[in-house]
């Protein structure tokens, strides 16, 4: 059994910063990728952005040069640091982690519970 456990959402002003960690915890052999999706109400899942485990990053186009995304391998952690918050920036921000069970398995998606970041303007 695998868990993500996430946070660091709350309300902030337009132009501030917020920062999210997920942290996987449970039995499994190697995380493959860790990364944060963003779904507000009525629209769909996009991807925010995402770190394999050699350090290779996306980043959805509307956050580039605001977020910065990071792991520690070491606490199964990773973190997502949002500058410049926009009011369109506001959605439920859920944690994405592709690991392995055992070296045999597949890689398998889990996903958090989502934590909220609501913006002000």
């Known amino acids: 059994q695998v868990h993500l456990v996430e946070s660091g959402g709350g309300l902030v002003q337009a132009g501030g910063s917020l920062r999210l960690s997920c942290t996987a915890s449970?039995?499994?052999?190697?995380?493959?990728?860790m990364g944060w999706y963003r779904q507000a109400p009525g629209k769909q899942r996009e991807l925010v952005a995402h770190?394999?485990?050699?350090?290779?990053?996306t980043y959805a186009d509307s956050v580039k040069g605001r977020f910065t995304i990071s792991r520690d391998n070491a606490k199964n952690t990773v973190y997502l640091q949002m500058n410049s918050l926009k009011h369109e920036d506001t959605s439920v921000y859920v944690c994405?982690?592709?690991?392995?069970?055992?070296?045999?398995?597949?890689?398998?998606?889990?996903w958090g519970q989502g934590t909220p970041v609501a913006v002000s303007s």
């Open positions: 449970g039995s499994f052999f190697s995380i493959n990728a």
């Open positions: 994405n982690v592709q690991l392995r069970v055992a070296v045999w398995s597949r890689i398998t998606d889990c």
């Open positions: 770190m394999i485990s050699g350090g290779t990053t």
